[in-house]
């Protein structure tokens, strides 16, 4: 394993961090394989991994307690623990302490090394504000639950610069950042100011690990490296910059714990040569022009007052535009029901609760009329 300075504190963090958002599940259910995933984690960390990643809702609460059951057995000793506090869920200054005391309870831990306000955003910012919640946090600190305080966000970089700014006690932050979502201003300005840099989603939810067709003719020909994955190219990428410490991977299998090790083995700042990063930069490009609907499968947006399972009605149509077959999808699509695309009433309630600013409700009427024309019979 390799490992990077975290920012302003006098540690070292292994480069791959293990993001605790998607598990493996049992037959397609919501049921986390907590076997299998107990197995997988203690693997990351028997092979160098020390940094260890969840929230409060990740996995409706359970990813918590199953990481917490991985800990068992002297593994709690060998890592740094991150979670997160929904600010949404926040609505009086007792409620941060009541998250925070189930959250410890769930993980079953004495304390948390990294606590951050999940998917902060300006508006949530003026809510820590009001409820005093950094004031909180200082306390849990002094009370031994919490060591350091950070934020993951999605916001611009105007709002990103006015947060780190308002808080000289920031020690971390965490931004989706991939070679499709390369907007650097926040990276360098956070890392700039001292604070340890986590990414999440270097793989935009495994998407880039399973590219289209004429984005892995575009590796495969480049002459590079022809063992390079497509995963390993994604995260190359973002290890090259060298004010990432650490580089989340939301595992959902022991083959992808196995080769994300692999590459985080051979990473460095700086790897990837001029060439190499064209190639990049060409896939992006081509990217751009595949990818219509850019959800993350996050599920922020959910639920829905129809109960459309918004990021799988987009990732079907992703996949019939990508391949320019939507008959291909028409079938998974028809098994959704009453919750199809058409049942969106342009509520918006998703469009407030998603990070990727998509305007879903012009998507579903899209969606609606794609569908509607290779309907199964
Ligand atoms: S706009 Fe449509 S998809 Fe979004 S929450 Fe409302 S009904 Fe659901
Ligand atoms: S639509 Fe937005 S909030 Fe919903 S899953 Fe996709 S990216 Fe996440």
């Given at each position: ?23 493996p ?82 993980l ?115 002459g ?19 004010e ?5 991977s ?40 595949l ?26 149509y992703n996949?019939?535009?990508i ?55």
């Amino acid at each position: 394993m390799k490992f990077r300075k975290f920012g302003k504190l006098d540690w070292q963090a292994s480069v791959l961090g293990f993001g605790c958002m998607r598990f493996p599940v049992v037959n397609n259910s919501d049921a986390v394989d907590e076997k299998e995933s107990i197995r997988m984690i203690r693997y990351a960390i028997d092979n160098g991994v020390n940094y260890l990643d969840s929230a409060y809702g990740y996995h409706e609460g359970k990813s918590e307690v199953v990481l917490g059951k991985a800990l068992k057995a002297g593994y709690r000793q060998k890592v740094k623990l991150t979670t997160k506090i929904p600010v949404w869920a926040v609505n009086t200054e007792s409620d941060f302490d009541k998250v925070l005391d189930e959250q410890l309870k769930r993980l079953n831990v004495d304390y948390i090394d990294f606590y951050l306000f999940h998917s902060l955003n300006i508006d949530y910012w003026k809510k820590i504000q009001k409820f005093n919640l950094i004031e909180k946090a200082q306390s849990a600190i002094k009370e031994g639950k919490i060591r350091n305080i950070g934020f993951s966000s999605h916001d611009s970089y105007k709002n990103i610069k006015t947060i780190i700014d308002s808080f000289d006690q920031w020690v971390l932050c965490q931004f989706q950042y991939n070679y499709l979502d390369s907007n650097s201003e926040s990276v360098k300005y956070a890392a700039s100011k001292g604070l340890a840099v986590v990414v999440m989603e270097p793989l935009l939810g495994g998407k880039l690990s399973n590219p289209p067709q004429i984005i892995k003719d575009i590796f495969d020909n480049s002459g590079y490296r022809k063992e390079r994955s497509p995963s390993d190219w994604a995260l190359q990428w973002v290890w090259n910059q060298q004010e990432i410490s650490v580089v989340l991977s939301g595992m959902s299998a022991m083959q992808q714990v196995q080769e994300n090790i692999k590459s985080a083995n051979i990473s460095s700042p700086g790897l990837l040569n001029r060439k190499e990063l064209k190639v990049l930069e060409r896939a992006r490009a081509q990217y751009e022009k595949l990818i219509p609907i850019k959800c993350t499968g996050c599920n922020y947006c959910k639920p829905c007052p129809q109960k459309i399972n918004i990021p799988w009605v987009f990732e079907l149509y992703n996949k019939g535009f990508i391949h320019q077959h939507f008959e291909s999808y028409s079938r998974a699509y028809s098994m959704l029901g009453e919750a199809k695309a058409d049942a969106c009433i342009q509520c918006a309630k998703c469009e407030k609760k998603c990070p990727q600013g998509l305007p879903i409700s012009k998507f579903m009427s899209k969606v609606s009329g794609v569908f509607k024309t290779c309907a199964v019979k």
